[in-house]
C-alpha cells in the first residue's frame, strides 16, 4: 500500500478523495455536500456551472411558462382524455421553449420557478370551474370538465421541472 497526500497539502497524509474529481484531500480542505465530500474546487466549480441565470431569465421563464400552459389547460379543457398524452409533451416543449429563450442559462430555482409557472398557468382552468361548482351551478358534467385541466396541471408540472432539470443533472 501507497501513502497518499492531500493534492494542496503535499505534507499531510489522507485517504480521503474527493468524489468528484477523484483528487486526494484532507480534512481541512474536504467540503461536506449532500452528494459526499468534495474539494473546494469541484464545490467552487459546482456553484458556477448551475447559478448561470440572470434575472431576465427569470421573468421570460415564468411569463413563458404561465402562457404556454394557460394554453395548454384550455386544450385539456377540450380534448378530455388525450389530455394524458398532451399534458407531457406540453410540459416537454414549453422546457424546451424555456431553455431557449434563456440561452440554455441553468438554476436550479429558474427550473422550479418555471414549474411554479406552468401551475400558475393552467390554475385558473381549474380554479374558475370549481368555484361555479362550489356556488352550486353545475353538475356532475362540470366536475369532470374540472378533472382534465387538474391532470394536465399535474403532468405538465413534472414534466416541465424533469425536463429541465434533468438535463442540468446529465452535464
Ligand atoms: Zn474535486
Ligand atoms: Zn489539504
Known sequence: MTTTYCANHPDRETGLRCNNCEKYICAQCAVHTPTGYRCKECVRGRQKVFETATTTDFVVAFVVGALLSGVGAFIAMRIGFFTLFLAPLAGNLIAEAIRRLTGRRRSPRL?????????????????????????????????????????????????????????????
Open 111 to 171: 427550473f422550479r420557478l418555471a414549474a411554479v409557472a406552468v401551475g400558475l398557468g393552467a390554475a385558473p382552468f381549474v380554479l374558475l370551474p370549481l368555484a361555479y361548482i362550489l356556488l352550486g351551478g353545475a353538475g356532475i358534467r362540470t366536475l369532470i370538465a374540472v378533472l382534465w385541466p387538474l391532470i394536465y396541471l399535474s403532468l405538465a408540472v413534472s414534466s416541465t421541472y424533469y425536463r429541465l432539470a434533468g438535463i442540468e443533472l446529465k452535464r
